[in-house]
């Protein structure tokens, strides 16, 4: 009986070992197999192909409108914000006072600068008349003036000391930026406001070294909108630059006249169109929804086996649904075109 006891148990035994090897071999299996999946798993994204295509005679572009001119107001003295004349958005005619430092130490300088100065005026106005009757030296009339000229220099100061009190505007323009409040110390420099001037918005552009030779300053161009699509602005070319980069692109810089019954505002995307009068052109192109980044400083997503890289291209002419691609591309190239919000550069990607 006892042996037979014994067998029953070495014989579980094995049996439980054997179930214990089978278990972990599985694991092996199942983490092996789940390694590999993981592996080759990546960030599902859509892909296009950059492809050379027929352009036509239009040159189109995409831009951003920026006001004429901007400037940041500064003060002009340091001291007490004791008035402030204007709010976010407020239009400000050129000179008006958009907020005042405590100038009561700056006046009372200012007054007894003015004192000082109107008696050596009157003192040497007497001494001109004294000198013509010799009543007085040619060296004594010399100091007078001196002292005259040296008191006009300190009633210049004082009053240019006064007139920095009062904070105004350069130009005529929007309130953008307000930067003080009232009961504020500010010292000399201190940013009060922004103001841009928006009668007049400029788009700042580069195109291809094919192009620039088609364009000239005061070519007309067509500005359209998404915000006001039933809007057509006119614009024309203002400057182009004589000098390329190192990609063979040309700054140029188109200014459009802003609308009162429906103003642009700074900021906005525009499509502007440039008739050429020349011939058409293959150019290599690819989807706009490949651009990551910003306008100015456009990139896409490459993928080359299976790893999106983040690649700085130039952009030329916008072509509808299509962007010219200057440099950063080759034909046949994969952008991506979908997926991208979750891509950083470097990382594994599966090819919808």
Do not use: C, W
């Not at 070992?17 to 599985?26: E, P």
């Not at 700085?312 to 200057?326: A, K, Q, S």
């Amino acid at each position: 009986m006892k042996l037979k006891t014994i067998i029953i148990s070495i014989v579980l035994i094995v049996v439980i070992g054997a179930m214990v090897i089978k278990l972990i071999s599985n694991k092996k299996v199942v983490e092996e197999r789940k390694g590999v999946q993981t592996e080759q798993a990546g960030i599902a994204v859509s892909v296009a192909l950059a492809e050379m295509q027929e352009t036509s005679s239009e040159l189109n572009l995409l831009g951003t409108a920026m006001p004429n001119r901007e400037v940041t107001v500064a003060a002009g003295t340091g001291g007490r914000i004791v008035q402030v004349n204007f709010k976010l958005g407020d239009f400000v005619s050129a000179g008006t006072v958009l907020a005042r430092v405590d100038d009561v130490h700056k006046r009372l300088a200012f007054e007894a600068a003015q004192l000082n100065y109107d008696k050596y005026k009157d003192d040497y106005e007497r001494f001109q008349v004294l000198r013509e009757g010799d009543a007085v030296s040619e060296v004594q009339l010399r100091d007078m003036k001196m002292a005259y000229e040296n008191a006009k220099i300190q009633l210049d100061n004082a009053k240019k000391q006064l007139d920095d009190t009062r904070i105004v505007a350069p130009f005529s323009g929007h309130v953008f930026s307000r930067n003080t409040e009232l009961g504020e110390y500010v010292n000399v420099g201190s940013s009060i406001a922004g103001i841009a001037d928006l009668s007049q918005l400029k788009v700042s552009l580069a195109v291809s070294e094919n192009t620039v030779y088609q364009l000239k300053k005061g070519q007309l161009a067509t500005v359209t909108t998404d915000i006001y699509p039933e809007m057509v602005y006119k614009g024309s070319i203002s400057n182009i630059s004589p000098r390329g980069n190192a990609v063979h692109t040309y700054p140029i810089e188109i200014m459009i006249p802003n609308d009162a019954r429906k103003p642009l505002k700074a900021g906005t995307f525009v499509n502007i169109t440039i008739q050429l009068g020349g011939k058409s052109e293959s150019v290599l192109m690819i989807p706009r929804t490949a651009i990551v980044s910003s306008v100015k400083d456009p990139a896409v997503y490459v993928v080359k086996n299976n790893v999106a890289r983040l690649t700085p291209i130039v952009t030329g002419r916008n072509h509808g649904t299509f962007l010219e691609i200057v440099s950063g591309l080759s034909a046949g190239d994969q952008v991506v075109i979908g997926g991208q919000i979750n891509l950083s550069d470097g990382a594994k990607v599966a090819v919808l």
